[in-house]
């Protein structure tokens, strides 16, 4: 039988890192009981988290073809080999299909560049409080990120001598509008949101409102919002909890049916989850409803293959997405919100996501504001909160 050939994954990049390690051995020395030492790892996309390398692996990782499959030289070389085939970073050509080797091709396919492939996959948060975390470093406040990093950088440039000064803007009621929008940390939740505002507002920002076919299989959707390419890859999920005339639950929203379709894990609702899905921001976590937006990557990636600007493209369309849903959310009088602090995995889970095809990037949240101001806003012109007394 001829020897097994390997080859390694496609997608790839490795890292030096400092670990800190605890020593019984230096503090009894005398030490701080904690010791650094280097260690390689690699980054490797199709893989959930980074795996630890010694130079030997590092090395034969170093000299394998991510296309061509090669036999080793040596047993020692071929024992190396097996230990990066069980960690998932290489393949033999006579194993069956794992699941690593599933993960890999279908990353391969859907065409990511491979920084933006590292960053996504390992920037995602499994059961992270960021409340909590804030908290205990003394900086949920404005104050207190002061106290502790000083000031931030400056607010805005000094215009210079030469600046030309623009004429007055004229105030006209969209003005007035654009002023009454304020991220809502304060839901009234004794209260429900009317269905109909829901759909109101679900059209406005996420419905396509019109095709162009070419040849049989490629749609082209015309959204209320800018996308690269035009190729509008966010999909919205929303995690109703109070919404009349709709059951609470997880949902998925058709851009062209404007319709809900009940997720799988339907079942699955509740404050616990809405906590956990926003991190523990227990201010967001009490919106009506939260719309989870989380771009399909291969859709853009079909036309930005392997591209250095592809994934910031799809960031960005989210992000169009995000304040399209804050602007008519205020112009219908409701409170909103948008925040990146998510946890990202639990929210996979719950939607049966895998993340290297579909992710959560941001979750937006609507509901009817409280007249009381429990958590603090940002408001200092009083265009949403008016003076107390
Ligand atoms: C990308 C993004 C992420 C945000 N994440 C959070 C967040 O995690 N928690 C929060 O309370 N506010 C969050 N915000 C809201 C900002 O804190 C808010 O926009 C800012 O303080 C300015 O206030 P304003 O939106 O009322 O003008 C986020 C805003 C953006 C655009």
Redo the contacts with the bound molecule.
């Keep these: 039988m001829p020897p097994a050939r390997y080859r390694r994954c496609s997608q790839l990049m490795t890292e030096p890192r400092m670990v800190e390690q605890y020593s019984m051995a230096d503090l009894l020395a005398g030490g701080t009981s904690v010791t650094s030492t280097m260690q390689w790892v690699a980054l490797a996309p199709h893989l959930p988290v980074p795996v630890s390398l010694d130079e030997a692996m590092l090395l034969a990782l170093g000299r394998l073809s991510p296309e061509r499959w090669s036999a080793p030289d040596t047993p020692d070389a071929m024992v190396v080999l097996e230990r990066l085939v069980a960690a998932g970073l290489t393949f033999r050509d006579d194993s069956p299909p794992t699941a690593a080797l599933q993960d890999e091709h279908a990353l391969t396919a859907s065409a990511w560049w491979t920084p933006a492939a590292v960053m996504h996959r390992l920037a995602r948060w499994e059961n992270q409080d ?1 409340v909590e975390a804030l908290r205990e470093a003394g900086m949920e406040t404005a104050a207190g990120l002061c106290a502790r990093l000083g000031a931030p950088p400056a607010a805005m440039f000094d215009p210079g001598p030469d600046a030309v000064a623009l004429p007055p803007p004229v105030q006209v009621p969209f003005d007035a509008w654009l002023k009454r ?3 809502c ?1 304060n839901f009234d939740r004794t209260r429900a949101l009317d269905l109909a505002a829901l759909s109101q507002l679900l059209w406005r920002t996420l419905a396509s409102h019109g095709e162009q076919r070419e040849g049989e299989q490629a749609v082209f959707l015309k959204k209320n919002v800018p996308s690269a390419g035009g190729l509008h890859p966010t999909d919205a999920y929303l995690l109703v909890q109070d919404v009349d005339g709709l059951e609470a639950g997880l949902y998925h929203y058709h851009p062209g049916a404007h319709a809900l379709s009940p997720t799988c894990s339907r079942t699955a609702s509740g404050d616990a989850l809405a906590r956990r899905f926003v991190a523990g ?1 227990d ?2 976590a009490n919106a009506h409803v939260l719309l989870i937006l989380a771009p399909r990557f291969a859709r853009t990636f079909w036309k930005y293959r392997q591209h250095p600007k592809a994934y910031r493209a799809v960031i960005l369309d989210v992000g169009h997405v995000s304040q399209l849903l804050l602007s008519c959310a205020t112009e219908q009088g409701l409170g909103a ?5 998510i946890n990202e995995q639990d929210i996979e889970q719950a939607l049966g996501l895998d993340p290297m095809q579909q992710s959560p990037m ?1 979750i937006c949240g609507i509901g009817l504001r409280s007249e009381q101001m429990t958590t603090s ?3 200092p012109g009083r265009h949403v909160w008016q003076p107390v007394g």
């Design positions: 960021s929008r304020a991220t940390r921001q201010w967001f919100f948008v925040t990146a602090a941001a806003e940002f408001d």
